[in-house]
């Protein structure tokens, strides 16, 4: 059963401080984790994943949606952010390497994940963003051991 956290932001500011909260508290696990961003297009996925990735210094973040992977490594981190909305077919991940980008010291943000459905790591947690404006609310699932220390960190 997955443990819920619901988190309302009422600015980008806040949406920024959540994504590099969550970002120093992946880090610290020091284990693979395992990130699905969902939501609809425009509520904020991106933003999450992008705020995120530049709490470790990467100043230019760009969107995988035509790519499918950007990877972001250095001496502190491994993060890989997926977007599979263009995926016709969840094999395709296969033939860019989807199992390299797992295992220890790797964190993956993956957007509309149930399109690589078969072909990618379970969740460890998952965010579900809805909004409007500046405001949303991130209604946070934990599913596994990884995701519950997460959820942990967050809600303290």
């Given at each position: 059963?997955?443990?819920?956290?619901?988190?309302?932001?009422?600015?980008?500011?806040?949406?920024?401080?959540?994504?590099?909260?969550?970002?120093?508290?992946?880090?610290?696990?020091?284990?693979?984790?395992?990130?699905?961003?969902?939501?609809?297009?425009?509520?904020?996925?991106?933003?999450?994943?992008?705020?995120?990735?530049?709490?470790?210094?990467?100043?230019?973040?760009?969107?995988?949606?035509?790519?499918?992977?950007?990877?972001y490594?250095?001496?502190?981190?491994?993060?890989?952010?997926?977007?599979?909305?263009?995926?016709?077919?969840?094999?395709?991940?296969?033939?860019?390497?989807?199992?390299?980008?797992?295992?220890?010291?790797?964190?993956?943000?993956?957007?509309?994940?149930?399109?690589?459905?078969?072909?990618?790591?379970?969740?460890?947690?998952?965010?579900?963003?809805?909004?409007?404006?500046n405001s949303?609310?991130?209604?946070?699932?934990?599913?596994?051991?990884?995701?519950?220390?997460?959820?942990?960190?967050?809600?303290?």
């Amino acid at each position: 059963m997955a443990i819920i956290l619901i988190i309302e932001l009422n600015s980008t500011d806040e949406t920024k401080a959540f994504s590099q909260q969550l970002a120093r508290h992946a880090q610290q696990l020091d284990q693979g984790v395992v990130i699905y961003l969902e939501g609809d297009l425009g509520a904020g996925k991106t933003t999450l994943a992008r705020s995120f990735i530049q709490n470790f210094g990467f100043d230019r973040v760009k969107s995988p949606t035509y790519s499918l992977v950007e990877s972001y490594i250095n001496q502190d981190i491994n993060i890989h952010h997926f977007d599979c909305y263009r995926l016709s077919d969840p094999e395709e991940l296969e033939y860019i390497g989807i199992r390299e980008y797992s295992g220890p010291g790797h964190i993956q943000l993956i957007e509309w994940a149930e399109l690589g459905q078969g072909m990618i790591e379970p969740a460890d947690m998952t965010i579900n963003i809805t909004g409007e404006d500046n405001s949303r609310t991130l209604s946070i699932a934990a599913h596994s051991k990884i995701g519950k220390q997460l959820l942990a960190c967050l809600n303290s």
